[in-house]
């Protein structure tokens, strides 16, 4: 990512982040590293291969039929709660 478009999110996460706490709402971010593209969000699976080519794939573990981006946000959402659960908060709709 080029330097403007990293301070662009960072500008955004900052105010995220601000609007948040202002609604008295927790903020969780995850590792921007977590392959949440590459994760089967059924077997936890790590698909090596995927490439940005590929908009959908099938998990050789399991056979789950996954969309990279609707996986990507079932897995962004599982970190999240995670966190959540991990710093002892309860997480009522998963
Ligand atoms: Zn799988």
């Not at 903020?27 to 698909?47: A, E, N, W």
Request: proline share 4%; glycine share 6%; charged share 20%.
């Amino acid at each position: 990512m080029t330097p403007l478009a990293d301070a662009a999110w960072g500008n955004f996460y900052n105010k995220l982040a601000y609007k948040c706490r202002k609604a008295e709402k927790l903020f969780v971010q995850i590792d921007s590293f977590y392959p949440s593209s590459k994760t089967c969000p059924r077997c936890l699976h790590k698909f090596e291969d995927l490439i940005l080519a590929m908009r959908q794939w099938i998990c050789p573990h399991c056979g789950q039929h996954n969309q990279r981006d609707y996986a990507a946000a079932l897995n962004i959402k599982r970190q999240g709660i995670m966190q959540l659960k991990a710093g002892g908060h309860t997480v009522l709709r998963q």
